[in-house]
C-alpha cells in the first residue's frame, strides 16, 4: 500500500500519470528550516519526516501481504546569488512579488528532497533542477500574483502554467520542477521495497 504525504494536486497528478495507485494524507509539521541548515539538507529532512510521521500514523496497516510504503517530498527554489536564499511558498501577494522581483533575470535552483519510508527502511535524495528566468516587467508580475496561481508554490511560480513564458531554459528534471521527480521516485520506491537490504 503507497501512501502518499502530501495535499500538493501537482504531485497526486504526477504519481497518477506515472501510474501508481496511491491514497493521500498530507502530514502537518513544522517547516521551519534548522539554524544555518543548507536547502538541500533541509528539503531531505522534511521530507523524511512528513513520510515518518504519515507511516506512525498508519503503522497499524503495514502487513507481510501489502506493506506500507508512505512517499513524501517538499519543494523549495534557492537564490544561489543570494547566498542560497530559501524560497518556499509566499505567505501572501506581496511576498509573492517580491520572490518573483528577486527570480526575475536570474538562474535558480529547484530542490525537492524525496523519502521512501516503509516499516524495514528510510531512503531519502535530492533533485536538483536549475531554472533560468528572463527578465519579468513588474506589470506582469503585478498581474501573475493577481490571479493567486503562485500563492500556493515554491518560489511563487508554477513552470506548467502562465510563468513558463519567462522560462527560456531548465538544466534537469522538469517534472521536479513541477513538484515531484518522478524517475527519483520511482527509484525510490523499488530500493525502499527491495528484498535483503537494510
Same mark, same amino acid.
Given at each position: 500500500?503507497?501512501?502518499?504525504?502530501?495535499?500538493?494536486?501537482?504531485? %497526486?497528478?504526477?504519481?497518477?500519470?506515472?501510474?501508481?495507485?496511491?491514497?493521500?494524507?498530507?502530514?502537518?509539521?513544522?517547516?521551519?528550516?534548522?539554524?544555518?541548515?543548507?536547502?538541500?539538507?533541509?528539503?531531505?529532512?522534511?521530507?523524511?519526516?512528513?513520510?515518518?510521521?504519515?507511516?506512525?500514523?498508519?503503522?497499524?496497516?503495514?502487513?507481510?501481504?501489502?506493506?506500507?510504503?508512505?512517499?513524501?517530498?517538499?519543494?523549495?527554489?534557492?537564490?544561489?546569488?543570494?547566498?542560497? %536564499?530559501?524560497?518556499?511558498?509566499?505567505?501572501?501577494?506581496?511576498?509573492?512579488?517580491?520572490?518573483?522581483?528577486?527570480?526575475?533575470?536570474?538562474?535558480?535552483?529547484?530542490?525537492?528532497?524525496?523519502?521512501?519510508?516503509?516499516?524495514?527502511?528510510?531512503?531519502?535524495?535530492?533533485?536538483?533542477?536549475?531554472?533560468?528566468?528572463?527578465?519579468?516587467?513588474?506589470?506582469?508580475?503585478?498581474?501573475?500574483?493577481?490571479?493567486?496561481?503562485?500563492?500556493?508554490?515554491?518560489?511563487?511560480?508554477?513552470?506548467?502554467?502562465?510563468?513558463?513564458?519567462?522560462?527560456?531554459?531548465?538544466?534537469?528534471?522538469?517534472?521536479?520542477?513541477?513538484?515531484?521527480?518522478?524517475?527519483?521516485?520511482?527509484?525510490?520506491?523499488?530500493?525502499?521495497?527491495?528484498?535483503?537490504?537494510?
Amino acid at each position: 500500500m503507497l501512501i502518499l504525504a502530501s495535499a500538493s494536486p501537482r504531485r %497526486r497528478e504526477l504519481l497518477t500519470q506515472a501510474g501508481l495507485t496511491f491514497e493521500v494524507q498530507a502530514a502537518d509539521l513544522d517547516e521551519t528550516p534548522l539554524p544555518d541548515e543548507a536547502a538541500a539538507a533541509y528539503v531531505q529532512r522534511l521530507a523524511v519526516e512528513k513520510a515518518q510521521a504519515v507511516h506512525k500514523l498508519n503503522a497499524h496497516r503495514d502487513t507481510p501481504e501489502d506493506p506500507l510504503i508512505v512517499l513524501a517530498a517538499d519543494t523549495t527554489v534557492v537564490v544561489i546569488a543570494e547566498t542560497d %536564499r530559501i524560497l518556499g511558498k509566499p505567505a501572501h501577494a506581496a511576498e509573492a512579488e517580491e520572490m518573483l522581483t528577486l527570480l526575475s533575470g536570474r538562474t535558480h535552483a529547484v530542490m525537492t528532497g524525496v523519502a521512501a519510508v516503509t516499516s524495514q527502511r528510510v531512503c531519502s535524495d535530492v533533485e536538483i533542477t536549475q531554472v533560468t528566468f528572463n527578465l519579468i516587467k513588474p506589470d506582469e508580475i503585478a498581474a501573475y500574483v493577481a490571479t493567486g496561481h503562485p500563492l500556493d508554490k515554491a518560489g511563487a511560480y508554477g513552470i506548467q502554467g502562465y510563468a513558463a513564458r519567462w522560462i527560456p531554459r531548465i538544466e534537469g528534471d522538469y517534472y521536479n520542477v513541477v513538484g515531484l521527480p518522478i524517475a527519483r521516485v520511482v527509484a525510490l520506491l523499488a530500493e525502499a521495497i527491495a528484498p535483503g537490504v537494510k
